[in-house]
């Protein structure tokens, strides 16, 4: 009689087709009844086996502690025009360095140390590393506060107003600010002033563990320099927001008037405390309309997202919508100002998606379920796992280490990429394990 048992086949002490029978985890208690399906277990202990197997290799974290590996990665990395970036945040960290009076010079190079110090650090650097933009964007800022108005262009206040009536006929972050009350404050208050904050480390988490390996620091360094644009932008082209012509209507400004929390101020006085009239009056940057960084961190956010869990973008579109009218119903922009805010992170993000964004495996569900990365947009006639090997695989490409935009084991855009820059298939020896090492076998008895 036929009987039907799982095996698994050991490589290393047995010969070819000879098998030892696998041992279930409880099988001292053979009472207990096994409830879950024979294909969900296999299915889980196939993903649990592949995770440990060399192919894990892809998404697995760096725990070197050594600077000599990062100086190792240095002299192998293939320098190219991607690496420009670097030099245009040495430039921006040493002018807002320079500029920033408060804190004093020691504390500045205390930083300035330990965030190179960071970088030298393999184990720190995975992190640090894609982050750089972020630290940009954020010095850049709070630096705008110590720069002379003498070196600084004049203030817009008439541009926005008569552009948002020319291209909506009315003003209306004034229409939607008309009609308040403790509910739609409250309503407004979670967007703009909670979930906005908290919201990019929530993104980075599901994108590092539901995502392909590499798409957490393409986030990361794209959420930067969107940002990094949009604060350039507001230095270059300052705007007064709504909130300043309900104060002083039209007037002219200056650069020595106080900043205003606006519709956030009901939120101080809702709950007591203050929570952001201090901040928004000591803003670094008061007149800093446009383009709307809360529309774009909300765009690019949703986009990401968007591309990582597509079944729910309606939701993630809906969250962008909520906090475009909370910015103009507490009269902190125009809606110009979340049009150009929303292009500057479509922008950005349809520029990673075709050259440095990791695609996304339909059978795919963790970034340990990767044995292998796709870069770039999909080109016509293409498929994963039928990558031409001609072209793409043989030819190095610029992005091949964690130093460039990419992923950290990118070959080339719209290639497969190996896990290690040793083995270009390490996956494939045999100590690896595949899906195909649980198999079914059929026991006919012995045979004469």
Known sequence: MLKKTSYFPSRRDRPQGAFSKAKAPLAWWP??????PHRFRRKIRSRLRSRLSPASSLSSLQTSLSPADTLRSLRAHRWSYYDGQYLLLVILGVFSLCVIESPGPIFKTFVASLLMASLLVPVTRQFFLPFLPIASWLVLFYACQFISAEYRPPIWVRVLPALENIMYGAN????LSAHQNVVLDVLAWLPYGIIHFALPFLCTAAMFVFAAPGTAPVFARSFGYMNLAGVIIQLL?????????NMFGLAPANYSMAGSPAGLARIDQLFGFDMYTSTFTASPMVFGAFPSLHAGCATIQALFLS?????????FVAYTLWIWWATMYLS??????????????GVVFFVAKSKFLPRLQPDKDFRWDYDY???GDVRPGYGYGLAD?????????????EWTVGSSSSISSGSLSPIDENSLWEGETLGSHSDSDTIDVVIDGPRR
């Open 31 to 36: 009472s207990i009844p096994v409830i879950v």
């Open 373 to 375: 990365v796709e870069f």
């Open 332 to 345: 902190h922009h125009y809606a110009v100002d979340l049009v150009g805010g929303s292009l500057l992170a």
């Open 307 to 315: 591309h990582v869990f597509p079944r729910l973008r309606p939701v």
């Open 237 to 245: 082209f300052p705007c007064s927001p709504p909130w300043y012509e």
């Open 389 to 401: 090997l001609n072209t793409d695989f043989r030819h190095g490409n610029p992005l091949d280490d």
């Open 172 to 175: 209306l972050s004034n229409i």
